[in-house]
């Protein structure tokens, strides 16, 4: 695959595991991916044969291994930790999109089985994927695998047909998980608190993953785990187990009150709660300052459980159900507008979880008198944005919201307009310049009507005052407050050209530009190369991979992303030192993840966009032969790309506060609704 990133790290925590991570490593070295994966061993014992064994696989089979000791502690006597301590350090050292946790026990069947495990995290990043189990407990599955690689016969398709029956394996604890390295970060990964106790650390990462709404995903696959003592006393540094087992068991119990979670545990729980409830008893088994109120109500499936520790009672009240937000927007192939939606369902979510979004595209969904009444029954809110909706387009309204104007009056919903711009090409507008009197007229009756108005940049600032609409707020386009977990900056480069519109080289249009924007960003990658980055282009619409394919025949060393998932495109732009992007998306992405930019602009948003973050002086218009003042550019961030990613960091940290009293006043719309 070249220098073709690794999309997912394997986590091997190792502790007095080296006969069992070899055969757990051939199985990984025999797997059949369209996806890179690198594995991450380490090694929480003692120093042993295990790094000699992934030295062997290295060199032997070519395996991408990471190698670390972590043991340090053990030295000179073993000290038992709990494996969830070592993934921890694992994905700190990961910079792979997904994480597979897994055990140097686990023996993958099939050839497909990682890629099986890969593939549904790149479509859905709330999923948990899991294999089929199989546990040998017996020791006779690992005794014939390790007979079979004594007489040089050990193949995947040998292990298949060994015909053993096993127990069981319980997948769904992390044996061999695949789950995004955001979301794994997002809940601060495995708790503290067990790390030197026994047991309920993979309990707990579970039930905290189930509460953020992660689901699992079987796939069709099969591993086996392969036999190790399981004894107490065969585990080595671990003293007084059952001790240690009761006080993560305490541990654990206090945190599954604390949190509420509705599984067999709560379940249970709940259960004897309104039996002793009658009899007026303090509950046993369970943290002391729990008392039970004699007018507890009985469970009920309809009920969601809340505990309440400072008050010493518990509470059994009726979840609400909320309506969808329904959504208005752009819906196209730029990702750009795919990072405002998410963007804003996410800042949503961190409030009010359970709110689901639906979504109707600005560009052919016309919203019909009919449809409005759906709208009025089915809605909580409507959000119109964000993207360049004040723009002349052939709708009824004469600008993005195809809605006719004299029908907004019958939207007896609140309506939110978000984030929104105006679009204006600085040649060969497409747009036709100043808004029309119909369009604004529109424009300016729907701000009257709606509860909360926000929009991107000075310049709509301004459009909507002269309109006198006094009311609306100026704030940073949504995607600009998307997250992801800071990684180690790599010597990388990102850029990104756009050929969305006809100047740019569409089907309708001319090749001018596109032409020029090659040769000028051949030029600037190879420049980098000479200097010591890689080169990565980060395509913000699917339509962008011909010019990938032009840009290879000069860059032949550059790498490139072409995908339709957020995450993964902010992951590279997180790994990179600064970025180089025409369209505002690509500047906006990187801003998301304090990744500096020099953006090469052709419309009016990407100039005042600069101006808001008071980074003018690194942009250059398309129109221009801009090779040396880009080349200038490119120089000045090679030597203070952290000053400007320090810069970027405390701008977005300011205006997030703006971005995120707008996301509670939705929230609490929403509450209010009875």
């Not at 040998?136 to 029956?165: I, P």
């Not at 006393?233 to 305490?250: E, H, V």
């Not at 051949?522 to 010019?547: C, P, R």
């Amino acid at each position: 695959m070249g220098n073709v990133r690794p999309i997912a790290s394997i986590i091997l925590p190792s502790y007095f595991r080296p006969k069992t991570l070899w055969l757990g490593l051939y199985s990984l070295a025999h797997q059949k991916s369209k996806y890179k994966f690198e594995i991450i061993v380490l090694n929480d014992g003692q120093p042993d044969d295990t790094e000699k064994v992934c030295n062997y696989f290295i060199k032997e089979y070519k395996l991408d291994i990471k190698y670390k000791f972590v043991g340090e502690r053990n030295l000179p006597k073993p000290i038992w930790r709990v494996p969830g301590a070592v993934f921890n350090i694992g994905a700190k050292m990961s910079d792979s999109y997904i994480l597979i946790l897994s055990s140097p026990e686990i023996f993958h069947l099939h050839e497909n089985s990682v890629e099986s495990l890969i593939a549904p995290l790149l479509k859905n990043g709330k999923l948990l994927t899991i294999p089929n189990g199989k546990d040998d407990t017996s020791e006779e599955f690992t005794k014939k695998v390790n007979s079979l690689k004594a007489r040089n016969q050990l193949t995947l398709v040998n292990c298949n047909n060994l015909g053993f029956t096993f127990k069981e394996l319980n997948t769904k604890m992390p044996f061999c998980m695949g789950i995004t390295k955001q979301q794994f970060m997002e809940i601060n990964g495995y708790d503290k608190r067990y790390f030197d106790g026994f047991c309920f650390d993979d309990n707990d990462l579970v039930d905290r993953l189930i509460k953020d709404k992660c689901t699992y995903h079987n796939t069709v696959h099969t591993v086996i785990h392969l036999f190790n003592s399981r004894k107490n006393k065969d585990r080595i540094g671990l003293s007084s187990p059952k001790l240690l087992w009761a006080k993560n068991k305490k541990i654990y119990d206090r945190s599954v009150i604390e949190r509420g979670l509705n599984n067999l545990h709560v379940q249970e729980t709940i259960k004897k709660l309104y039996r002793e409830s009658q009899e007026k008893k303090i509950i046993k088994n369970l943290p002391e300052v729990i008392k039970v109120k004699p007018n507890v109500a009985k469970p009920d499936s309809n009920f969601g459980i809340e505990f309440d520790i400072k008050l010493k009672s518990i509470k059994i009240k009726v979840k609400k159900l909320y309506k969808p937000i329904f959504h208005y927007c752009v819906m196209t192939t730029n990702k750009g507008d795919t990072a405002i939606r998410s963007s804003i369902e996410r800042s949503v979510h961190k409030y009010l979880p359970e709110v689901p979004f639906a979504y109707f595209n600005c560009k052919g969904e016309i919203l019909t008198e009919k449809r409005i009444k759906q709208f009025n029954d089915d809605a909580s809110l409507l959000i119109i944005g964000g993207s360049g909706l004040y723009t002349n387009y052939p709708t009824d309204s004469g600008w993005y919201f195809p809605c006719k104007t004299e029908l907004f009056s019958k939207l007896k919903i609140p309506i939110i307009l978000l984030g929104i711009g105006n679009n204006n090409n600085l040649k060969n507008d497409i747009f036709k310049g100043n808004l029309k009197p119909d369009a604004e007229k529109s424009i300016k009756l729907i701000n009257k009507l709606a509860s909360i108005s926000t929009v991107r940049d000075e310049r709509t600032f301004d459009f909507l005052n002269s309109l006198g609409i006094k009311k609306h707020k100026l704030i940073l386009d949504p995607a600009n407050f998307l997250v992801y977990p800071e990684i180690k900056r790599e010597k990388r480069v990102a850029i990104n050209i756009g050929q969305h519109s006809p100047i740019l080289g569409r089907f309708d249009g001319n090749n001018k530009i596109r032409n020029k924007n090659i040769l000028y960003f051949s030029n600037i990658s190879n420049h980098l190369i000479k200097k010591g980055y890689e080169v990565v282009f980060i395509s913000h619409d699917t339509l962008e991979q011909s010019l990938i394919i032009d840009l290879k025949k000069y860059v032949p060393k550059l790498e490139y992303i072409n995908t339709d998932n957020i995450d993964l495109m902010l992951q590279e732009y997180a790994k990179c030192q600064f970025s180089i992007g025409v369209k505002m998306h690509s500047n906006i992405m990187s801003f998301a993840v304090g990744t500096p930019f020099i953006s090469v602009y052709y419309d009016k948003k990407s100039i005042e966009y600069l101006k808001l973050l008071n980074y003018s002086d690194f942009g250059v218009s398309i129109f221009d032969n801009y090779y040396k003042d880009l080349k200038n550019k490119t120089d000045n961030l090679v030597d203070n790309w952290e000053q400007y990613s320090d810069y970027f960091k405390r701008i977005k940290q300011k205006e997030f506060e703006k971005y995120d009293e707008i996301t509670k006043q939705i929230c609490n719309i929403i509450k209010e609704i009875k």
